[in-house]
């Protein structure tokens, strides 16, 4: 399956953004993930969903403020971020796996987006 990624840009610190991730196909049967990185860092998880029972993960960084859902209709995965903090930018990516439960690791996704630059500003 092939991700693409959109939704990143400029915002201002406190406010929402929602990033994109569509499907080239069904993503039925599929776990998906979100992860961001800056340069010179490790790629880490922000949020993970499962496909069997929607199960979530949220990263501490971000519980509490996020949202990741899915819409089989749209073959696309969302990322809503509200209360955006400087300390948010980085390049998002989304990733997938066939498989039943959410993973954290970047090392258990088959799949790649291509990454979003999400920038908040202070």
């Known amino acids: 399956v092939q991700l693409q990624a959109s939704g990143g840009g400029l915002v201002q610190a406190g406010g929402s953004l929602r990033l994109s991730c569509a499907a080239s196909?069904?993503?039925?049967?599929?776990?998906f993930g979100w992860f961001r990185q800056l340069p010179g860092k490790d790629r880490e998880v922000v949020a993970a969903?499962?496909?069997?029972?929607?199960?979530?993960y949220y990263a501490d960084s971000v519980e509490g403020r996020s949202t990741i859902s899915r819409d089989e209709a749209r073959n696309t995965v969302y990322l809503q971020v509200n209360s955006l903090k400087s300390e948010d930018t980085a390049v998002y990516y989304c990733?997938?796996?066939?498989?039943?439960?959410?993973?954290?690791?970047?090392?258990?996704?088959?799949?790649w987006g291509q990454g979003t630059l999400v920038t908040v500003s202070s």
């Open positions: 990733a997938a796996v066939r498989g039943s439960a959410y993973y954290t690791r970047p090392i258990s996704y088959d799949f």
């Open positions: 196909g069904s993503i039925r049967y599929y776990s």
């Open positions: 969903i499962g496909w069997t029972n929607g199960a979530t």
